[in-house]
């Protein structure tokens, strides 16, 4: 792998550049850490610059994701809109994807293809969206992402993934329904507080702090590969009282099966 490029890039400002927003209770409660994801793609493949176009229009409804953790005069982080930019990385790498994919390879060793994820001691400052564009000899493309717990969970940055792949297919500029952002309305209380579950004993403690996690190590983690033929996948979405996509049924299949087995 060889390092090709590494810049900051920086969306059209947005109306909240400026704004330093505090963490709510939901926010302090989820992780302090970057959450990577990696997606790959076989040839033919967008190139970086429609990649990057898209990337700038589709990080500008998403002001958070170009700011920075910051911290105030008492201590407390917070969430400064300063539109600081985007981390892109750009890197080569001479190999087919397509035999990295049906060996497995990708699936036990991805650390390499995103960025190098900051210690939560290193979070203030740092960029809250990191990308890495990881371009094979054959023209198949990896993206390797890291976004920030705090800023953003799984179902935002869903709906961020979805508006970039839009972005770079039609090159429009957003099309997508606007993200929310007044993260204030999520923690506004009855008009007469009225406590009716107990959150902080439930959710928010963490237990015993010295417990020991459990780590598994990578050498008892194996890859599973599935195949599923057409008929399968046709009498099994001829099941379904509705319409969904394949990925769908297949995910529900999977997973209805991986908890049949209690795995």
């Known amino acids: 792998m060889e390092l090709t490029s590494s810049t900051i890039l920086k969306p059209v400002p947005h109306p909240l550049v400026g704004e330093m927003v505090p963490l709510t209770i939901f926010d302090r409660a989820a992780s302090d850490l970057f959450v990577p994801t990696v ?3 076989l040839a033919p493949a967008p190139s970086n ?4 176009e898209g990337l700038l229009k589709a990080v500008a409804p998403y002001p958070h994701l170009a700011g920075r953790l910051a911290v105030d005069q008492l201590g407390r982080r917070f969430l400064h809109v300063n539109n600081e930019g985007v981390l892109l990385i750009e890197t080569t790498v001479p190999a087919n994807l397509a035999d990295v994919l049906v060996q497995g390879r990708i699936a036990t060793g991805v650390d390499h293809l995103y960025p190098t994820v900051p210690e939560p001691e290193e979070n203030i400052g740092a960029a809250l969206l990191q990308i890495q564009l990881n371009r094979y000899g054959c023209g198949g493309l990896v993206v390797g992402m890291c976004s920030h717990h705090r800023v953003a969970d799984g179902h935002s940055m869903s709906m961020f993934f979805t508006a970039w792949a839009t972005a770079v297919r039609e090159g429009k500029d957003f099309t997508m329904p606007t993200p929310f952002l007044d993260r204030e309305k999520t923690v506004v209380p009855r008009s007469t507080p009225t406590p009716v579950f107990d959150h902080r004993s439930l959710e928010f403690m963490c237990g015993d702090r010295n417990a020991a996690y459990i780590v598994v ?9 599935v195949h599923f033929t057409a008929e399968f996948v046709v009498d099994l979405k001829g099941r379904v009282g509705a319409r969904c996509s394949t990925f769908q049924c297949l995910l ?3 997973w209805k099966k ?6």
């Open 39 to 41: 997606l790959a793609y």
């Open 252 to 254: 529900a299949h999977v």
């Open 258 to 263: 991986m908890t049949r087995l209690g795995i």
């Open 217 to 225: 190590p990578m050498h008892r983690i194996k890859n599973l590969k």
């Open 49 to 52: 610059e429609a990649l990057k």
